[in-house]
């Protein structure tokens, strides 16, 4: 188990993070939320040991996280970390050998992973001669080459399209059910719905909310009506109701409560044209934007 | 740290560029050391004798020419019309000199010294000794130098200094750039970050430093490599006896020398001098070595490739400044007991000075060892106190507390 507690880091008088616990177990994936300047950085870096916390302490299967070897965290940045003149071969090389990996070990790793990701063909080829998308692809080896116990992917899916997207997040599967921690950061609320049991949400360096994402949804007063109709008219005008979105005939109203979401569906039932209506618990996105976070 | 450093080294040479600048280096060594061959290859008559044409009267007093027949031949005027052709006479007291096309200064100069030459033997012949040592002692009077220091100053070893000073500064130029360049593009790549996940900063700081030092000493190696290859064909070519006589039918070397042994004993090239060239290339290195540093550090704080040039500008003024600075004072008393001597212990400057002085006279070994343990000392230092900058700039951590760097 990795465990967090009491996180503290300052950049002078500046917060980095404040007083930030949580626990991972193996096939766990943790989702870490915020805005930039929130402090997802620094906790990340607070992990990997590049930053040394003011206070708290952290550990993995009870050890002192700053005693572990090199090989237990694996890290994808979000910016491109790549030398852009280098074989991709090489760059695995380097940065596996860099892990102490043994040679032998190296060469089966990379033919693992270049097959595994479907880049074989651009072993030998320069990376700055790959699409974006792979040069993530080799991003995403360089962070897994070495086997690591936890795994950090900061925005591991921005910029891809959606082959790619959809190999990753296959990815990120197969890594939970291989006993793998995983920390995922992302602006893209639906991927942390998506993969991660727990999140944690940081607003300038302090914790807004650390739990399940379900509770989170759970306990939230928002929620949203889905409403299948042939009508094009507007409910903004109606009570409790916070914003609406309309994709074809479907609208979604984005209600302040259950209470008002119930009497809403109520009153719409008596209305013609209707062809469905659902009352939905609201996403993570609209919770974080509405501040609805008790 | 082995794998950051074999990494880098094999980066650094095994690219095209470097690949390319040491074919070429090893081509204009080639031709420098065989440009005797070359340059007469291109113009073989190049070194041919001047043929100068003199009238009877002339002829007949030849040897009052007193000429070296190698680079002059007097003949009787034959009346030939050749375009390369230069006639000399001597009328109405003037000497007058035909050619087809106007002299050029060396021709000039040449055809002057053998009518001084005449005019001077001329002379000889109508007076008798005595009479001419009077004319010489009031012409030519004799100064003495009766130098009272006790510094053993080889006033002729002087003149290589400049050669030296210059050598170093642009060596100090082309190496301390070449780490911060590397961390500029680590750092702006974003690859430093993934790389410090495996690696303590600490190591990365000090891996750049030995990988600046490497590549000088593979480089200087490397260099040195091709010069002595070429040197050793040439050797067994013709002793260096063509390339010598070359560079002496061009004024280059002052005297005739038969072999490279020759040259090397013409320039006093003894077990001293190379002992304190080798001290002297330690100093230098340490000199690099703090210089690299410096601009690592300066360079951590770099976030693109544009501003590299921004900070590093400043340093290689300063650099200059002390390059105008070093051949300024660079005579006996400033480096016997001015400013030169008490900077050959001030680190970084030690650099310049103390090979200077090493070069020029003789250094005691306490003095050696002095500015040698100031010089390591001060980069042990800013390697330590360096360090915390360093983390600050490559983590873009600007207000990180000096008590966070402390890691594992």
Redesign the interface.
């Known amino acids: 188990m990795l465990k967090v507690q009491a996180l503290t880091k300052y ?4 917060k980095g993070i404040n007083n930030l616990s949580f626990s991972l177990e193996k096939q766990e994936i943790l989702g870490v939320v915020g805005a930039n300047g929130s402090g997802k950085t620094t906790t990340f ?1 607070l992990l ?5 916390p ?1 206070s708290g302490y952290m550990e993995y299967e009870g050890k002192d996280v ?2 572990l070897g ?1 090989d237990v ?1 694996g ?1 994808l ?1 979000e ?6 003149d ?1 074989k991709v071969e090489e760059q695995l090389r ?2 596996a ?3 102490n990996m043994d040679p032998t070990k190296i060469e089966i790793a990379i033919d693992h992973w270049l097959e595994r990701l479907e880049i074989s063909e651009h072993r030998h080829r320069l990376i700055k001669e790959l699409s974006k998308g792979n040069q993530q692809k080799i991003q995403l080896i ?1 962070a897994l080459i070495h086997d690591p116990k936890i795994i950090i992917f900061d925005e591991p899916l921005s910029g891809l399209d959606i082959s790619n997207v959809n190999m990753i997040k296959k990815l990120i599967n197969e890594l939970k059910s291989e006993q793998k921690m995983i920390l995922i950061s992302s602006h893209q609320y639906e991927y942390i719905e998506e993969f991660c049991e727990k999140m944690i949400l940081l607003d300038k360096g302090e914790v807004k909310y650390y739990g399940k994402v379900n509770d989170l949804k759970f306990k939230s007063e928002i929620r949203y009506i889905s409403i299948n109709s042939v009508s094009q008219c507007s409910y903004l005008n109606q009570e409790g109701v916070l914003g609406q979105q309309r994709s074809a005939n479907i609208t979604r109203l984005l209600m302040v409560n259950e209470t008002k979401a119930k009497k809403l569906v109520r009153k719409l039932l008596k209305e013609d044209n209707l062809v469905s209506l659902k009352i939905e618990l609201p996403t993570i996105g609209d919770i974080i934007n509405h501040g609805d976070l008790t | 740290m082995k794998h950051l450093i074999a990494f880098s080294v094999k980066r650094r040479f095994n690219n095209k560029a470097i690949i390319i600048l040491n074919i070429l280096m090893i081509i204009l060594v080639g031709v420098f050391l065989f440009v005797d061959k070359v340059v007469l290859k291109i113009n073989p008559r190049l070194f041919d004798p001047m043929i100068l044409y003199v009238n009877d009267d002339l002829y007949q007093k030849q040897e009052l020419f007193d000429i070296d027949e190698e680079k002059i031949i007097i003949r009787l005027d034959d009346q030939n019309e050749n375009s390369d052709q230069f006639q000399l006479r001597f009328e109405d007291d003037q000497w007058v000199v035909s050619s087809v096309y106007p002299l050029t200064t060396d021709q000039t100069s040449t055809i002057y010294q053998v009518i001084q030459n005449y005019s001077q033997n001329a002379l000889m012949e109508t007076i008798d000794h005595q009479q001419l040592t009077i004319v010489n002692k009031a012409l030519f009077p004799t100064m003495i130098n009766d130098v009272s220091s006790t510094s053993e100053i080889d006033a002729t070893k002087q003149n290589l200094m400049f050669m030296i000073i210059t050598s170093i500064y642009f060596m100090m130029l082309s190496y301390s750039s070449v780490i911060a360049n590397e961390v500029v593009y680590e750092k702006t790549s974003k690859i430093l970050e993934l790389i410090l996940t495996s690696v303590s900063a600490k190591t990365h700081f000090i891996s750049k430093m030995l990988i600046g030092w490497l590549t000088i000493m593979i480089q200087t190696l490397l260099t040195g490599g091709i010069i002595a290859l070429w040197i050793l064909i040439r050797n067994s070519y013709d002793g260096g006896f063509g390339l010598l006589a070359f560079g002496n039918r061009l004024g280059i070397i002052p005297m005739k020398l038969l072999s490279f042994s020759e040259l090397l004993s013409y320039l006093k090239i003894d077990g001293q001098i190379i002992s304190a060239s080798m001290i002297a290339l330690v100093f230098l290195v340490l000199g690099i070595l703090f210089l690299q540093m410096i601009m690592v550090i300066v360079s951590s704080f770099v976030t693109s490739i544009e501003e590299s040039s921004n900070v590093q500008a400043p340093c290689y003024l300063i650099l200059l400044v002390i390059y105008y600075f070093t051949l300024f004072v660079n005579n006996p008393y400033q480096m016997s007991e001015g400013i030169g001597y008490v900077l050959s212990f001030v680190p970084f400057f030690s650099m310049l000075f103390m090979p200077c002085r090493l070069l020029i006279q003789n250094v005691s070994a306490y003095e050696i060892v002095i500015a040698l343990f100031m010089a390591i000392a001060a980069i042990i230092f800013i390697l330590d106190f360096g360090l915390y900058f360093y983390k600050q700039g490559i983590l873009d951590n600007k207000k990180m507390k000096r008590k966070l760097i402390k890691q594992k």
């Open positions: 950049y002078g008088k500046n870096r990997l040991g590049l930053l040394m003011d700053s005693l090199n965290f890290y940045p910016d491109r970390s790549v030398y852009r280098l380097f940065l050998k860099l892990k360089c």
